[in-house]
C-alpha cells in the first residue's frame, strides 16, 4: 500500500492538483469540461508558480554556495535539509494508513459541520507526518504515531479555518486558506504576537514601510522590478559574487518578483470556478451560510513582493544567527531553501509592512535555528528509526519551524524518552 502511496505522490503536486481539483469539481456540480478546464489552470498556474520558486532559489544559489565554501569546521551536527526528513517520513510503517485517515477524517468532519476547510494539499501531509515519525521514533509505539500524525491533521483545519479570512483579505485569494501545519501553526501565531509587541513600541508602532508605499514615494526607484534588482544586487555584492553573477542575480530577483503573483492569477481563474462550485454545493446540502475553504500550499503566498525582498535580506543573517546562538552544532546551509517559506505568514501578520516582516522575520528565523540545534539529538533518533543510515548528528529545519517537532522534543526529554 506504502508502494502505491508513494507512487502517487511522487507524480508531484503539478500533476495531483489539477487531477484532484477537476475530480472535486466535478463533484461539486460542474460539467465535465468546465471542471477539467478549472482543474488544468489551477495545475498550470501551480507548475508555472513552482517554475519561478524553482528560478528564485536558482538565483539565490551562488549566495548558499558562497556560504557553503565558509570554513564551518567546528560544526559537528549535518544540516540534511528539509526534503531528506521528509523522504525518511513516508518509511515509518504506519505512513500509508495515516494519509487514508487524514482524508476520510476531512471528509467526516466536513459533513458532520465541524469544519469549513477541505484540506487538498496532500503533499504537504509530510508537516503531520514528520511529527508522527518522531513520536514513533521516541515512544516506540506505532499507534502513538499514527494518533499524532492525524490528530495533528485534525489541528490543521482548527488553524486553517480560523485564518481563512486573514489570508483572503490580505492575499486576495477568495474561498482559500493555508494547511502547511508548520507555518500556520507556529510562524502565524509568531507573527501576531511578534505585531502585538511592536504595537506597544513607542516610534516603531507608527513606522509603517510597505513596498506599494515605497513606490508611491520613491517612483522609479521604488518600483518592484527595480527594488528586486537592487535587493538581488545587495545580496551578490555581500557574498562577494563576479559582476555577472551580481547583475544576475538582480534581475532573477527581479524576475521573481514580478512572475510569482501572475502564476497566482492563472491558479485564480481555475480556482474561481472550483470555488464557486464548492460554496454552492455546500449551501445546497448543509444550508445558506455553509461556506467551504480550499487548504492548499504556503507557497500561493509568495505572490507578496515583501517575502520575497525579506528572504533575500534573511538569508545572511541566517548564517550570522550560526555564529551567534552559544554553542551552535550546525551550519544552516541546508535551512536556507526553506527561509521564503517562513516568511508569507510573517508578512500577512504585518499586513505588509517591511521593517515589521524584517523584524519579525529575524525573530522566527533565530528561533528556528536555536531549536533545530538543540534538538538534533531528537532528529537523529527520527533519521535512525525511520530506517536511514546516518553517521554522527544531523538537523534540519523542521526541528525548528514545526511547532509539534518542538514540543514532542521538549516532553521526550521531560519524560526520559
Known amino acids: 500500500m506504502l508502494d502505491v502511496v508513494m507512487g502517487i505522490m511522487e507524480l508531484g503536486a503539478a500533476v495531483m492538483l489539477p487531477i484532484v481539483m477537476t475530480i472535486l469539481a466535478v463533484v461539486f456540480g460542474l460539467k465535465l469540461r468546465d471542471a477539467l478546464k478549472a482543474g488544468l489552470m489551477i495545475g498550470i498556474?501551480?507548475?508555472?508558480?513552482?517554475?519561478?520558486?524553482?528560478?528564485?532559489?536558482?538565483?539565490?544559489?551562488?549566495?548558499?554556495s558562497y556560504y557553503q565554501g565558509l570554513e564551518t569546521s567546528g560544526f559537528t551536527t549535518v544540516d540534511l535539509g528539509w526534503a531528506a526528513v521528509g523522504a525518511a517520513a513516508w518509511t515509518v510503517p504506519f505512513a500509508a494508513p495515516a494519509i487514508l485517515l487524514i482524508v476520510l477524517t476531512n471528509i467526516m468532519l466536513i459533513a458532520a459541520k465541524k469544519t469549513k476547510v477541505l484540506n487538498v494539499d496532500i503533499w504537504n501531509f509530510i508537516h503531520m507526518l514528520i511529527p508522527g515519525a518522531?513520536?514513533?521514533?521516541?515512544?516506540?509505539?506505532?499507534?502513538?504515531?499514527?494518533?499524532?500524525?492525524?490528530?495533528?491533521?485534525?489541528?490543521?483545519?482548527?488553524?486553517a479555518e480560523k485564518m481563512a479570512p486573514r489570508w483572503i483579505e490580505y492575499y486576495g485569494l477568495e474561498g482559500t486558506t493555508c494547511t502547511t501545519f508548520s507555518f500556520i501553526s507556529f510562524a502565524y501565531p509568531f507573527g501576531?504576537?511578534?505585531?502585538?509587541?511592536?504595537?506597544?513600541?513607542?516610534?516603531?508602532?507608527?513606522?509603517?514601510?510597505?513596498l506599494d508605499g515605497l513606490g508611491q514615494r520613491l517612483g522609479f526607484l521604488g518600483d518592484t522590478s527595480v527594488i528586486g534588482v537592487l535587493v538581488g544586487v545587495f545580496l551578490g555584492v555581500l557574498t562577494?559574487?563576479?559582476?555577472?553573477?551580481?547583475?544576475?542575480?538582480?534581475?532573477?530577483?527581479?524576475?521573481s518578483l514580478i512572475l510569482?503573483?501572475?502564476?497566482?492569477?492563472?491558479?485564480?481563474?481555475?480556482?474561481?470556478?472550483?470555488?464557486?462550485g464548492a460554496q454552492a454545493f455546500m449551501r445546497k446540502r448543509i444550508g445558506e451560510e455553509a461556506e467551504l475553504y480550499i487548504g492548499l500550499d504556503i507557497s500561493l503566498g509568495l505572490k507578496d513582493p515583501t517575502v520575497v525582498t525579506t528572504?533575500?535580506?534573511?538569508?545572511?543573517?541566517?548564517?550570522?544567527?550560526?555564529?551567534?546562538?552559544?554553542?551552535?552544532?550546525?551550519f544552516p546551509v541546508g535551512l536556507l531553501t526553506s527561509v521564503v517559506h517562513?516568511?508569507?505568514?510573517?508578512?500577512?501578520?504585518?499586513?505588509?509592512?517591511?521593517?515589521?516582516?524584517?523584524?519579525?522575520?529575524?525573530?522566527f528565523l533565530f528561533m528556528v535555528e536555536l531549536f533545530?540545534?538543540?534538538?538534533?539529538?531528537?532528529?537523529?533518533?527520527?533519521?535512525q528509526a525511520s530506517g536511514v543510515v546516518v553517521e554522527g548528528a544531523v538537523t534540519d529545519g523542521f526541528f525548528g519551524y514545526n511547532l509539534a517537532n518542538v514540543l514532542i522534543s521538549f516532553i521526550g526529554r521531560l519524560f526520559g524518552a
Open 311 to 330: 528572504t533575500a535580506i534573511l538569508i545572511p543573517l541566517a548564517i550570522l544567527f550560526a555564529f551567534l546562538i552559544p554553542n551552535m552544532s550546525y
Open 240 to 255: 562577494r559574487q563576479s559582476w555577472q553573477t551580481v547583475l544576475t542575480m538582480g534581475v532573477g530577483i527581479s524576475a
Open 45 to 64: 498556474g501551480f507548475q508555472g508558480l513552482q517554475l519561478v520558486v524553482g528560478l528564485l532559489l536558482k538565483t539565490i544559489e551562488p549566495a548558499i
Open 192 to 210: 501576531l504576537l511578534m505585531n502585538k509587541l511592536f504595537d506597544r513600541i513607542p516610534g516603531l508602532r507608527s513606522v509603517d514601510i510597505s
Open 342 to 363: 517562513m516568511v508569507p505568514l510573517i508578512a500577512m501578520t504585518s499586513r505588509g509592512n517591511l521593517l515589521r516582516t524584517l523584524l519579525g522575520g529575524a525573530l
Open 372 to 383: 533545530a540545534h538543540l534538538f538534533a539529538p531528537e532528529a537523529t533518533i527520527m533519521l
Open 134 to 159: 518522531l513520536t514513533y521514533a521516541l515512544s516506540d509505539s506505532v499507534w502513538a504515531g499514527l494518533a499524532v500524525t492525524v490528530s495533528l491533521s485534525v489541528v490543521t483545519l482548527v488553524l
Open 260 to 276: 510569482l503573483p501572475r502564476m497566482i492569477e492563472v491558479m485564480l481563474e481555475g480556482l474561481s470556478a472550483v470555488g464557486e
